[in-house]
């Protein structure tokens, strides 16, 4: 019995470190993904990692939610044809726009960006008034608002769209006094909302920090959900038998568009190192 | 031998009408390109327009000269079966990148923003000093540059991209603060170049006229190329036999995304109503 059992036994473990070695999948509509890349890489050293930037269609911000879902849907089956185990929706606007779509249409775990920024800010906030800086897309689904409510019915919420942001980081103008005068404009008049907490809705918006954090002040939560986001993929890798160990995942790239100057901004503004990288055009 | 001729002649008029009715194609990455579509309106009022707007992938001054043609081509391809009669590349980056490529795979002719662009700029500079600001990738392609040495080579050229234009114009923060102080900085240093013309090399930045005047002083000529691409066009089209006298053209409008966005920014920063408008999905 126990003779027959054994080829079972190998090939099943053969099966789990085969499942277990095979890619995480992390897309955004652009290089502003790579800061929950980086939370993820940071947390889960072992795991393979194959990110999608699809720079020839960005911004995903100020589209519709039918344009956006159709160009999410296309690069997460793209992605699942690259065999990834887990695919992470980096980008706030597929989080928020296309994620029931995605999940409907690929057959592995899926994970937004909307879920653990919200437990976070859920966490850290003490007065329960919350506000939301976002895209215009992020913004008009509300769902972060939505979610908010879901898990915590009490909490008020506010949301504001900073469609500048995006491009001012993308512009490199990370601390420069233009960026100050563009973010007081958008603050001006939030403030007396009294939010003790702000969820930065969007993957660019964690390399405003500082302008941001000077504007609201020290006493108010910046959450950048990338962590979070880290923490969840953690969580899910155990529950469904496919976290990897050890401390030498790779890392690929895929962009839809201009590579160079995709690895140029991951390096100007992140300090990540983009060498294995190829193109993928629609 | 009279009698034989007249129903020649009948085909031959009813052939040159039908020519003349077809409609010109009008194409720009988003609603920019609605400059030249007013210039164009109202210099050729019985002109039929076909004015499409690539909302779905705008912008296309951050992306490679690869994608701006690949998406060029496809759109100018759509406007032939619609039986346009002219095609207008209204969109500067795509005039940088993509004229050729348009030029030899459509068979109707196709005009592009530089060259008008430039003429006028040559006719206005007194000091032969000129100034190009324009996108990330016209300012690349050097279009404008070469086309100005092509021209007049004694002239001296100065390029500058200022890509946070284009997002301010979207967001109508066309006389703000913030929107100064942005063009402030692209402006410091090149004011000693000593240029007496400026060409703005995008076609969202006739929105910015007044904010770029104030910074460069009264005595600066500041050439919009909308109403020079007018002029070539109507000069296309009498050279073609082309031209459709009278004042009451059709003007229809097709975007890829979004199309109350488009509608309320026409509205909003030019006062043109969008009625009649369609979508068109890649």
Known sequence: MQNNRRPEQRLWRHRCRELCERPIGIFDSGMGGLTVFSAVRKILPGENIIY????????????????????????????????????????NTASSLALKEIRSRIRVPVIGVIEPGVETALKETKNKKILVIATNSTVSSHAYAQMLKKKSPETEVCEKACPLFVPLVEEGWCGRQATFMVANEYFAGLKKTG????????????????????????????????????????????????????????????????????????????????RDIKIKRF
Chains 1, 2 share one sequence.
Not at 52 to 77: C, H, L, M
């Open 52 to 91: 999608f930037g699809d720079t020839a269609r960005v911004p995903y911000g100020t589209k519709s939610k039918k344009t956006v879902t159709s160009f999410s849907v296309e690069i997460a089956e793209h992605l699942v044809r690259k065999n990834i185990k887990l695919l992470v929706v980096a980008c």
């Open 195 to 274: 939010f003790d907490t702000i969820i930065l809705g969007c993957t660019h918006y964690p390399l405003l920090k500082k302008v941001i954090g000077k504007i609201v002040g020290e006493k108010v939560n910046i959450i950048d959900s990338a962590r979070s986001v880290a923490g969840h993929v953690f969580e899910a890798l155990k529950k469904n038998g496919m976290f990897n160990p050890g401390s030498r995942g790779y890392s690929k790239f895929i962009v839809s568009d201009a590579p160079e100057k995709f690895s140029g901004l991951a390096w100007r503004l992140l300090k990540i190192r983009v």
